[in-house]
């Protein structure tokens, strides 16, 4: 059973009587991944950021999806990076070893018993590239990114899975595609660092070398699709010479939400993907219900809230970090998230790590992210708590958390500054609440709430719609009623 269908099968009623069966408090690891990289500056709004024609395939809020897969021996989790160094002017430091993106030839080398061979077509006597013809099954595709001395490698294979029947394979449309990455990726590359005039060098869907990348692909033309990656590769080395890439980057600032989607897919893939399944060991019922917010939702919080740069955004039970990613990727804020369960920290960090490298070979900035293992009732040892007073929005995805602990929230909200906005799945007020002389000092009274529905595909469990709530720390609504206790 997949993910989205196990979670939350107990009804709401069942959920409310539960007993918490793992002890508050449960003993804090401290420890912590923090990235703090140097930002580019952010003036003005992204470049074009269509498609020009082409349709790209899935929409990325559906493809970060868990994968089915289980882990194996040789997972790609022991994947080390390839380690690059970078040579500095002082010629008596050593050069520094960087960290570089894990390159998608690792990660499916790493799994290639579930995959095969994309191209039908891998023998060109036209080709007179350097290549060696036919395309065997380990070539690997080089592309070009738009950060200095960036690239990716890619397998020119496809995920396959065994049809119904169990006697043929068919293509894994829900698993990793690393034909449709590089191809996506040179789009997205064409449609948001490049200038009107920079573009009409690679043409567009309907010509040129944009348009054999969808041809041959569409063709599975291996040689001819390589070919015209190569001439892509070409023209942005040249731009990227000239330092074109790198003004079209700064003006583009944060990445719109389709990029950040593709973006925070490539790194899902490349960390998380292949151990998804660890993610279903939860205690059933409890507080550690594991599910997701996606991407299209998260986006929607990020306007409601109007957050931006300055802001300080914080997901109380954060799982594996994909909200955390998203909001710090598309405002480039603070952004934090604290998990008490060992596995989905344990990703969340290991996202962090290719999120900060990835965005690096996009050639954009990261925001301030930082993931804590550890418990966010446990104020005393949990030094989250300092940055939680400060934060403009936190968000809480409390569908699955027992009333206990929605209480004990609720009272940690009193510390909260005057404004900070709570983004909820359950409300923390009743729905007929009121602020009178005994409910004066609740924190249901300083809450000012609102309620939202969300559509069909906003959250991993279920694919009906819901509710969810945003609460306002809004203390002027006490006023009143001091004043008529305490008359001057
Ligand atoms: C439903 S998941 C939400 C993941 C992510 N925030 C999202 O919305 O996509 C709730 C998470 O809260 C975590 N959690 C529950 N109680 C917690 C606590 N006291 N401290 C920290 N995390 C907690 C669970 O382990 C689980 O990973």
């Given amino acids: 059973m997949s993910i989205r269908n196990k979670l939350y099968l107990l009804s709401e009623s069942d959920q409310k009587d539960k007993l918490l069966t793992m ?29 020009n024609g082409v349709n790209k395939a899935d929409p990325p809020n559906l493809k ?31 050069p520094k070893p960087m960290k570089c993106i894990t390159h ?13 061979p994309f191209f039908t077509q891998t023998n060109d006597e036209t080709d007179d590239s350097p290549r060696s013809s036919p395309l065997k099954d380990d070539y690997v595709l080089t592309l070009e990114y738009p950060g200095t001395g960036e690239y990716e490698n890619f397998l020119l294979l496809k995920p396959i899975k065994l049809n119904a029947r169990q006697d043929d394979i068919e293509e894994d449309n829900d698993e990793y595609h690393p034909v449709n990455d590089i191809y996506q990726t040179a789009f997205w590359i064409h449609d948001c660092y490049l200038t009107p ?31 015209a990656v190569d001439e892509f590769n070409k023209v942005i080395r040249e731009f990227k010479a000239a330092g074109e890439i790198a003004r079209n980057a700064k003006q583009l ?42 991407a299209s939702l998260v986006n929607e919080f990020i306007t409601k809230t109007n957050m931006t740069s300055k802001s300080v955004f914080m997901d109380l039970g954060c799982g594996i970090g994909n909200v955390v990613l ?18 989905p920290c344990k990703m969340a ?13 996009w050639s954009l900035p990261t925001g301030k992210v930082h993931f804590r293992h550890g418990d966010f009732l446990d104020t005393a040892a ?107």
């Fill in 326 to 343: 998203q909001v710090a990727a598309q405002t480039g804020c603070e952004s934090y998230g604290i998990e008490i369960m060992e596995t």
């Fill in 197 to 227: 005039a920079q573009q009409a060098r690679l043409g567009d869907g309907s010509h040129g070398i944009m348009r054999n990348l969808t041809k041959y692909r569409n063709r599975r033309n291996g040689p001819r699709f390589a070919h």
């Fill in 253 to 294: 600032g944060h990445p719109s939400y389709d990029l950040t989607c593709h973006i925070l897919y490539q790194v899902y893939s490349r960390t998380v993907a292949h151990q998804a399944d660890a993610l279903n060991n939860y205690q059933a019922f409890s507080n550690y219900v594991y599910g997701e917010i996606n």
């Fill in 23 to 51: 002890p508050f408090g449960l003993k804090k690891q401290s420890s912590s991944t923090t990235i703090t990289p140097a930002r580019l500056p952010t003036s003005s709004p992204h470049l074009t950021n269509k498609v």
């Fill in 349 to 361: 960090k290991r996202q962090l790590k290719e999120y900060a490298t990835r965005m690096k070979a």
């Fill in 104 to 116: 998608s030839e690792l990660m499916v080398k790493a799994i290639k018993s579930k995959y095969r």
């Fill in 64 to 94: 970060r999806r868990l994968s089915s897969s289980t882990c194996s021996a040789s997972s790609p989790s022991s994947i080390t990076p390839v380690k690059t160094t970078v040579t500095t002017t002082a010629p008596t430091k050593k």
């Fill in 382 to 488: 949990n030094d989250m708590y300092t940055t939680m007073k400060r934060a403009d929005v936190l968000l809480v995805n409390n569908y699955a958390f027992d009333a206990t602990t929605n209480h004990s929230l609720a009272q940690m909200f009193l510390d909260l500054k005057e404004g900070t906005k709570i983004i909820s799945l359950k409300s923390f007020v009743p729905k007929h609440h009121k602020i009178n002389q005994r409910t004066l000092d609740m924190p249901e009274s300083i809450l000012k709430v609102e309620e939202f529905e969300y559509y069909s595909e906003a959250v991993s469990w279920t694919n009906n719609s819901g509710m969810y709530y945003l609460a306002t720390v809004d203390r002027s609504r006490l006023k009143p009623f001091y004043d008529a206790l305490y008359p001057k």
